[in-house]
């Protein structure tokens, strides 16, 4: 046996048995989001828009949370912890595409957004608070115009809104490609996690506290399983986020508005956020100095805020 065929027989040896380790640790990685997945307790409702799933959290006067990008109930319900006080309860639905929520083939944010006044429906409730975080913003803002009578606030986080600049998408085909394949975005989050962390809108040079650390881990661990959320993901990127630069009326917003915006959120512009706070009347812009995209630090400040302005917008509705 010469010495190059032991080497290579050798280093065939070691790569194999790293590629089944890391298999092994997929599978179990994968089937550990899976059951999260199933212990949150959600249900799938019938309504007039079709088949939603959503789960319901807390006690109070309802309040619908509405998920950004790569979302789904398991974002929802941690939006919720991070933003709502005590006294509401969270309505949280999977948006279009997400999870089990099944993928109309008329979707839009509008439809979206009548999809949620139907989810109050069934749940016989006549009005409530709406939440939109990031991507679900759009669906939000929809949410507010089209039916007012059921909506007593609009409350804005980090959201998409209308831009002048033009974001460079990757070809849809790749990125239905890298969506709904599990193991792709496991190996982003595993051993890429400083891009992982920029893509979720973390500002460069930020520095990370163990608590900071700790927030990022919970949002990376809701992308997985990220197969259920590719048609919403695909559908948020090359449909619902761009829909808001198409001349939606925001002048006839005529609900109490709160918008929350980082100053150095390198994914919804602080400076379009202050612009959309312009047009709605009696907008309020709350401004947070830094933190990027998730906010990281002013959780409890955020939630103060959020719980006095919807207290006030309720009992002026009344």
């Not at 949620?116 to 069934?122: V, Y």
């Not at 986080?157 to 975005?185: E, G, M, R, Y």
């Not at 190996?187 to 979720?200: C, G, V």
């Not at 009347?281 to 990027?292: H, S, V």
Request: some cysteine.
């Amino acid at each position: 046996m010469s010495v190059g065929w032991l080497i290579a027989l050798v280093l065939t040896i070691a790569v194999t048995a790293i590629a089944v380790r890391l298999c092994i640790r997929f599978r179990r990685d994968r089937r550990a989001a899976r059951d999260r997945l199933q212990n949150f307790g959600s249900r799938v409702i019938e309504t007039e828009q079709g088949s939603i799933e959503y789960v319901s959290i807390g006690e109070g006067y309802p309040v619908l949370v509405i998920h950004g990008i790569f979302g789904g109930i398991d974002q929802g319900i941690v939006s919720a912890r991070n933003n709502l006080g005590e006294g509401f309860r969270a309505i949280i639905p999977s948006r279009f595409g997400y999870l089990r929520t099944p993928m109309p083939g008329n979707a839009s944010p509008a439809l979206q957004a009548d999809a949620f006044a139907s989810l109050l429906a069934e749940l016989n409730i006549d009005k409530a608070a709406v939440i939109g975080y990031s991507a679900g913003g759009t669906s939000a803002i929809q949410f507010a115009l089209r039916h007012p009578e059921r909506c007593s606030a609009l409350v804005l986080i980090s959201s998409n809104a209308p831009s002048i600049t033009k974001v460079n998408l990757p070809p849809k085909p790749v990125a239905k490609l890298l969506f709904k394949c599990d193991l792709i975005f496991w190996i982003l989050i595993t051993f890429f996690r400083s891009a992982m962390i920029t893509m979720m809108g973390v500002p460069k040079g930020f520095e990370l506290t163990p608590e900071y650390e700790a927030d990022i881990e919970e949002m990376m661990k809701n992308l997985l399983p990220v197969s259920p959320r590719a048609a919403g993901a695909i559908f948020d990127m090359y449909v619902s986020n761009p829909d808001i630069n198409r001349g939606y009326p925001f002048e006839k917003i005529s609900v109490p508005t709160l918008i929350v915006n980082a100053k150095d959120d390198p994914l919804a512009r602080y400076k379009n956020a202050r612009s959309l706070a312009e047009r709605i009347p009696g907008a309020k812009l709350l401004t947070i100095e830094n933190g990027g995209h998730l906010l990281l630090g002013h959780g409890e400040k955020i939630r103060a805020e959020i719980k006095a302005f919807l207290d006030k917008a309720i009992a002026s509705g009344t």
